[in-house]
Nanobody
Framework: QVQLVESGGGLVQAGGSLRLSCSVF????????MAWYRQGPGIQRELVAF???????NYADSIKGRFTISRDNAKNTVYLQMNSLKPEDTAVYYC????????WGQGTQVTVSS
Protein backbone atom coordinates (compact mmCIF):
# COMPACT_ATOMS: atom_id res chain seq x y z
CA GLN A 1 0.00 0.00 0.00
CA VAL A 2 1.20 3.50 -0.90
CA GLN A 3 -0.30 6.78 0.25
CA LEU A 4 0.28 10.06 -1.58
CA VAL A 5 -0.42 13.50 -0.15
CA GLU A 6 -0.21 16.55 -2.43
CA SER A 7 0.20 20.14 -1.31
CA GLY A 8 1.23 23.50 -2.69
CA GLY A 9 -1.70 24.40 -4.90
CA GLY A 10 -3.35 27.79 -4.84
CA LEU A 11 -4.28 30.91 -6.76
CA VAL A 12 -1.60 32.69 -8.76
CA GLN A 13 -1.52 35.33 -11.47
CA ALA A 14 -0.44 34.50 -14.99
CA GLY A 15 3.35 34.49 -15.22
CA GLY A 16 3.72 33.43 -11.61
CA SER A 17 5.12 30.27 -10.07
CA LEU A 18 4.03 27.50 -7.74
CA ARG A 19 5.72 24.40 -6.40
CA LEU A 20 3.63 21.32 -5.78
CA SER A 21 4.77 18.62 -3.38
CA CYS A 22 3.77 14.98 -3.21
CA SER A 23 4.74 13.19 -0.01
CA VAL A 24 4.93 9.42 -0.31
CA PHE A 25 4.15 7.00 2.53
CA UNK A 26 4.06 3.24 2.75
CA UNK A 27 5.70 0.62 0.51
CA UNK A 28 7.99 3.04 -1.25
CA UNK A 29 10.30 0.26 -2.48
CA UNK A 30 7.49 -1.01 -4.72
CA UNK A 31 7.40 2.21 -6.78
CA UNK A 32 8.96 2.31 -10.26
CA UNK A 33 8.10 5.86 -11.19
CA MET A 34 6.16 8.89 -10.03
CA ALA A 35 4.03 11.17 -12.15
CA TRP A 36 2.01 14.35 -12.05
CA TYR A 37 -1.33 14.51 -13.88
CA ARG A 38 -3.84 17.31 -14.17
CA GLN A 39 -7.51 17.59 -14.96
CA GLY A 40 -8.94 20.91 -16.05
CA PRO A 41 -12.65 21.81 -16.19
CA GLY A 42 -14.40 19.60 -18.74
CA ILE A 43 -11.08 18.08 -19.83
CA GLN A 44 -9.83 14.52 -19.55
CA ARG A 45 -7.06 13.89 -17.03
CA GLU A 46 -3.70 14.26 -18.74
CA LEU A 47 -0.10 13.36 -17.95
CA VAL A 48 2.05 16.38 -17.12
CA ALA A 49 5.40 14.84 -16.20
CA PHE A 50 6.98 11.74 -14.76
CA UNK A 51 10.26 10.72 -13.15
CA UNK A 52 11.59 7.18 -13.05
CA UNK A 53 13.41 5.40 -10.25
CA UNK A 54 16.61 6.02 -12.22
CA UNK A 55 15.90 9.74 -12.37
CA UNK A 56 14.86 10.01 -16.01
CA UNK A 57 12.17 12.58 -16.69
CA ASN A 58 9.59 13.22 -19.38
CA TYR A 59 7.22 16.13 -19.96
CA ALA A 60 4.06 16.93 -21.86
CA ASP A 61 4.71 19.28 -24.78
CA SER A 62 2.34 21.87 -23.32
CA ILE A 63 4.53 22.46 -20.27
CA LYS A 64 8.05 21.77 -21.54
CA GLY A 65 10.49 24.45 -20.51
CA ARG A 66 8.12 25.79 -17.83
CA PHE A 67 7.64 22.88 -15.41
CA THR A 68 10.26 20.73 -13.72
CA ILE A 69 9.69 17.45 -11.90
CA SER A 70 12.18 16.43 -9.24
CA ARG A 71 12.42 14.28 -6.16
CA ASP A 72 14.06 14.27 -2.75
CA ASN A 73 14.66 10.66 -1.75
CA ALA A 74 15.58 11.58 1.80
CA LYS A 75 12.18 13.24 2.25
CA ASN A 76 10.22 10.72 0.13
CA THR A 77 8.81 13.66 -1.77
CA VAL A 78 8.31 14.47 -5.43
CA TYR A 79 7.99 18.06 -6.59
CA LEU A 80 6.56 19.88 -9.57
CA GLN A 81 8.03 23.34 -10.00
CA MET A 82 5.72 25.35 -12.23
CA ASN A 83 6.95 28.62 -13.72
CA SER A 84 5.48 31.05 -16.24
CA LEU A 85 2.02 29.79 -15.40
CA LYS A 86 -0.81 30.38 -17.84
CA PRO A 87 -4.59 30.44 -17.32
CA GLU A 88 -4.82 27.18 -19.28
CA ASP A 89 -2.71 25.51 -16.57
CA THR A 90 -5.70 25.84 -14.24
CA ALA A 91 -6.58 22.33 -13.10
CA VAL A 92 -6.59 19.90 -10.23
CA TYR A 93 -3.12 18.38 -10.11
CA TYR A 94 -2.73 14.77 -9.03
CA CYS A 95 0.29 12.78 -7.98
CA UNK A 96 0.47 9.14 -9.07
CA UNK A 97 2.81 6.30 -8.22
CA UNK A 98 3.32 3.28 -10.47
CA UNK A 99 4.80 -0.04 -9.43
CA UNK A 100 3.15 -3.29 -8.41
CA UNK A 101 -0.01 -1.19 -8.32
CA UNK A 102 -1.01 2.38 -9.16
CA UNK A 103 -1.94 4.86 -6.46
CA TRP A 104 -3.31 8.40 -6.69
CA GLY A 105 -3.26 11.32 -4.34
CA GLN A 106 -6.33 13.37 -3.54
CA GLY A 107 -5.36 16.25 -5.82
CA THR A 108 -4.53 19.90 -5.26
CA GLN A 109 -6.21 22.82 -7.04
CA VAL A 110 -4.13 25.22 -9.10
CA THR A 111 -5.88 28.32 -10.40
CA VAL A 112 -4.10 30.79 -12.69
CA SER A 113 -5.81 34.13 -13.18
CA SER A 114 -5.28 36.25 -16.27
Amino acid sequence: QVQLVESGGGLVQAGGSLRLSCSVFGRIFSINFMAWYRQGPGIQRELVAFITIAGSTNYADSIKGRFTISRDNAKNTVYLQMNSLKPEDTAVYYCKSEGRAAYWGQGTQVTVSS
